[in-house]
T-cell receptor
Framework: NAGVTQTPKFQVLKTGQSMTLQCAQD?????MYWYRQDPGMGLRLIYY???????DKGEVPNGYNVSRLNKREFSLRLESAAPSQTSVYFC?????????????FGQGTRLTVV | RKEVEQDPGPFNVPEGATVAFNCTYS??????FFWYRQDCRKEPKLLMS?????NEDGRFTAQLNRASQYISLLIRDSKLSDSATYLC???????????WGAGTKLIIKP
């Protein structure tokens, strides 16, 4: 019962480097999300995918791109990393569309941009 | 005023005590709310949903005060394992978007 799996768990990037965070869920959920969590702030939505084949911007999408590869997988790409993107990133999924259903989270990726 | 506000704490509480903390929200149209629990350096996990006036699950009670626009979480007979950060979550008007509070840190001491 893996649930939501994110890779990598830790990453250090130099400013300007690119990377892709991978996320996969095995619960047959329709909706998937990418959040970032910064100290003293609530989780902020970067991008979401309501269903396979669709993606939409969240609250803080600048500097990121996403791909909903199939129903299971939703990746987040940083094309040119900046120190402001130092954060903990969480992928999440939910069975139903909408904000009113339980979200299940991956273990997080701790990203440092130097 | 922030959309969702929580006292960051920490609340230091002896084991066995009752503790309560609040979350205030600005959108008076909000109909449902969530409490998530996040252990140190772990992912958030759903603790309770609140769809009407409140909800109770064992030692945990969530109550909603629409007039004053806050929700509360009450923990009775607190256990050491209750130590965590408790996140208040309020859906925005549109679907898919949740507003997350920064969390209240709770430390239960033996």
């Amino acid at each position: 019962n893996a649930g939501v799996t994110q890779t990598p768990k830790f990453q250090v990037l130099k400013t300007g480097q690119s990377m892709t965070l991978q996320c996969a869920q095995d619960m047959n959920h329709n909706s998937m999300y990418w959040y970032r969590q910064d100290p003293g702030m609530g989780l902020r939505l970067i991008y979401y995918s309501a269903s396979e084949g669709t993606t939409d911007k969240g609250e803080v999408p600048n500097g990121y791109n996403v791909s909903r590869l199939n129903k299971r997988e939703f990746s987040l790409r940083l094309e040119s990393a900046a120190p402001s993107q130092t954060s903990v990133y969480f992928c999440a999924s939910s069975e139903l569309e909408g904000a009113f259903t339980e979200a299940f989270f991956g273990q997080g990726t701790r990203l440092t941009v130097v | 005023r922030k959309e969702v506000e929580q006292d960051p704490g920490p609340f230091n509480v002896p084991e066995g005590a009752t503790v309560a903390f609040n979350c205030t929200y600005s959108n008076s149209a909000s109909q449902s709310f969530f409490w998530y629990r996040q252990d140190c350096r772990k992912e958030p996990k759903l603790l309770m949903s609140v769809y009407s006036s409140g909800n109770e699950d064992g030692r945990f009670t969530a109550q909603l005060n629409r007039a004053s626009q806050y929700i509360s979480l009450l923990i009775r007979d607190s256990k050491l394992s209750d130590s965590a950060t408790y996140l208040c979550v309020v859906p925005r008007d549109s679907n898919y978007q949740l507003i997350w509070g920064a969390g209240t840190k709770l430390i239960i001491k033996p």
